[in-house]
């Protein structure tokens, strides 16, 4: 028997001797240097990105504890995971996965339910199990980030044979990114999409293993645990297998606790540039994203770009007070214009990048080149015409080739003790409806004196529009009105039949309510499935709005 824990927040009716009894059983299995149980408000440390916490949302906009942790375990392996899972079901106590459990500006690693019980999937399955040159990809635990990723594929020799792709920040989890359905910058920027096969512990503890996994590899020696099998050798070849698809299920839900899989790498395509487009004036956006489409739809443009409004850049490179002695006001346009000359930048600036041998490169190039030239004042860069010592297409020069930077953190300082939520939601590659969504949400960053700082990210068909609403976490008026703009901003969008792809823990409840066809058959159908699967809601309970029968929706929801 272990000590009798007393942690700040108990799980919702779970007594602490249920709780306790939970502890000792999941002690036994992983031992206690693999537990923390959050007891002192000294532990509750926001940190940084470079050094994260598990207990809370370290950019709280609500109350620092509001989302609070009751203990933080790291399994070792799936037997493990089976062993906390099953003392779970007895206890009653939820479990809230993560990977690594950075996910900023959407939670970190904290829960939706205060007391639920965090399991860092990361800190001791890490290993990269394979890297297969042939097929292109590789077989991936919980804990390897891009970055390590990156680094194996650089020390074994193998960038000039396989890119991965990586998001802003490299510090993130693979396999965390791809459920969340995070996005990148190279040809293979939709994550999700090119994922193979994934291994996870079910609810009832039983190990699936989707797509082609679902079929044994006859190599499999007799009696060996099924989480110790070979896969199937097309595993990570295709992602569909047979019958049903229920891949997506397992995305930004509360379904299973991935412990394993597969992801396609890109073959080095034999040759690369990046270019940054300057566009001068707020208003070309239109213009802009009208010559995007035809040229994205017919891959033309092959990766995943961006548009970014000049005070993204411009808080990549400066704090606000190295551009006004005001910080505690939204900057005017002739401040963004000003800002915009001496960063000799445009008000919008399209980050793009070409691939394969020179001469496609440069075929493809001069179809852009004459397409954007459209736009009045746009001037076209390469990396080495940008010799100012902090550039962000140098940075973006590395991501879109898959090289992981941390350099994009640095818009999380626009403001002191600097901290930060996005709102993401979708438009259409449509000038006249991009430029709708931009001034409404502009609008509203305004009204509550905040800056509009935000990029549109460039799928096949649609873009994710990120805004990333930057605030000052020891500012509490501030936080007030940070949060009264993203309820704001779900609803304006929701009224144009704009909805957000991802987002925060505190307004899950609000965007799934907006998915709302049908008298919500959506929510209602996901809830059906949950009951039937994690009957005692363990995993994850109201992730993505997504509630089990234990726990009453409308006492819960946000
Ligand atoms: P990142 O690696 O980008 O920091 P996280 O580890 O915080 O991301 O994961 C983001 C979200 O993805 C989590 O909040 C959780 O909902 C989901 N998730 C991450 N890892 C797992 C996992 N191993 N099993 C189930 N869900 C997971």
Known sequence: MVQSYAPLVLP?????????????ACQDAVGSENIDVITSTAQIDDGDYMKPNYTHDPHHVLKQDFFLASAVIAPRNVADVQVIVKAANETHVPLWPISIGRNSGYGGAAPRVSG???LNMGKNMNKILEVNVEGAYCLVEPGVTFHDLHKYLVEHNLRDK???????????????????????????????????GIELVLPSGELIRTGM??????????????????WNESAQLFNYGFGPYIDGIFTQSNLGIATKMGMWLMPNPGGYQSYLIT?????????????????????ILQNVPTIRHILLDAAVLNHKSHYTSDINRPLNDEELDKIAKDLNLGRWNFYGALYGPEPIRNAMFEVVKQSFSAIPGAKFYFPEDRKEE???????????QGIPTYDELRWVSWLPNGSHLFFSPIAP???AEATKQFSITKKRCLEADLDFLGTFTIGMREMHHIVCIVFDRKNEEQKKKVHWLIKTLIDDCAKEGWGEYRTHLAVMDQIMDTYSFNNNVFRRFNETIKDAVDPNGIIAPGKSGVWPKRFDREQWKL
């Open 12 to 24: 919702p009716n779970v007594t602490r001797e249920a709780f306790n009894k939970f502890l000792s």
């Open 116 to 118: 639920s019980v965090v």
């Open 162 to 196: 396989l890119w991965l792709d990586v998001p802003d920040l490299g510090g993130g989890s693979i396999l965390g990114n791809t459920l969340e359905r995070g996005v990148g910058y190279t040809p293979y920027g939709d994550h999700f999409m090119m994922h193979s």
């Open 213 to 230: 996994g679902a079929m044994p590899n006859p190599k499999s020696k007799e009696g060996t645990r099924p989480e110790d099998q070979p």
């Open 279 to 299: 566009i001068p004036r707020e208003e070309d956006l239109k213009q802009a994203v009208d010559i995007i489409r035809p040229l994205r739809l017919g891959m």
């Open 390 to 400: 902090n550039s962000i297409l140098h940075t973006r020069h590395k991501t879109m």
């Open 429 to 431: 590659v449509n000038g």
